[in-house]
T-cell receptor, first 109, second 113 residues
Framework: GQNIDQPTEMTATEGAIVQINCTYQ??????LFWYQQHAGEAPTFLSY??LDGLEEKGRFSSFLSRSKGYSYLLLKELQMKDSASYLC??????????WGAGTKLIIKP | NAGVTQTPKFRVLKTGQSMTLLCAQD?????MYWYRQDPGMGLRLIHY???????AKGEVPDGYNVSRLKKQNFLLGLESAAPSQTSVYFC????????????FGDGTRLSIL
């Protein structure tokens, strides 16, 4: 079967750095996406990785290792508005997105 | 910038009733998707469409039907609602598949009593 694993919940302090991990086992691989979802709102696109390595976008970075079936999302200089769920999704061989259950990130002052 | 618009935003149904959820996108995207989101689970694909006039089954299609008569609209129907269909339903669209992010509507919160 296909599986995406992420921690259920993480807590971090405003101004700090947090890393959210995602491991996957899927039928094929055509890229990995990270989305942010605030409570009661729609998921919004953050990043896309298809090759190994680090992609940086401002305060957010995403890393991929295809051989290890592993990705992480790194959030720097945390702000209160970063409190949200972070969803990892892998595009399989049929170009369907397989979604993790999401990691709820709680930011404390 | 409307993007993806879903109607209604909230709805309460009784078991056995039918309803249609409407999704409209103004980005001229070819691909459209219907997902459901339940607590503790990832988004699950119900049905999707790769273009006007086409539809295909996703991971959890039973109890749902869809239609894509116009490129900008994707309708999700529940013929006979069941309590197990209580969920938040999201519509999404994308320009393509490989490497293309999906853009989501604000969701429809549906309760079946």
């Amino acid at each position: 079967g296909q599986n995406i694993d992420q921690p259920t919940e993480m807590t971090a302090t405003e101004g700090a750095i947090v890393q959210i991990n995602c491991t996957y086992q899927t039928s094929g691989f055509n890229g990995l996406f990270w989305y942010q979802q605030h409570a009661g709102e729609a998921p919004t696109f953050l990043s896309y990785n298809v090759l190994d390595g680090l992609e940086e976008k401002g305060r957010f970075s995403s890393f991929l290792s295809r051989s290890k079936g592993y990705s992480y999302l790194l959030l720097k200089e945390l702000q209160m508005k970063d409190s949200a769920s972070y969803l990892c999704a892998v595009m399989d061989s049929n170009y369907q997105l397989i979604w993790g259950a999401g990691t709820k990130l709680i930011i404390k002052p | 910038n409307a993007g993806v618009t879903q109607t209604p935003k909230f709805r309460v149904l009784k078991t056995g009733q039918s309803m249609t959820l409407l999704c409209a996108q103004d980005m001229n995207h070819e691909y459209m998707y219907w997902y459901r989101q339940d607590p503790g689970m990832g988004l699950r694909l119900i049905h999707y469409s790769v273009g006007e006039g086409t539809t295909a089954k996703g991971e959890v299609p039973d109890g749902y039907n869809v239609s894509r008569l116009k490129k900008q609209n994707f309708l999700l129907g529940l013929e006979s609602a069941a309590p197990s269909q209580t969920s938040v339903y999201f519509c999404a669209s994308s320009q393509g598949q490989e490497g293309q992010p999906q853009h989501f509507g604000d969701g429809t919160r549906l309760s079946i009593l």
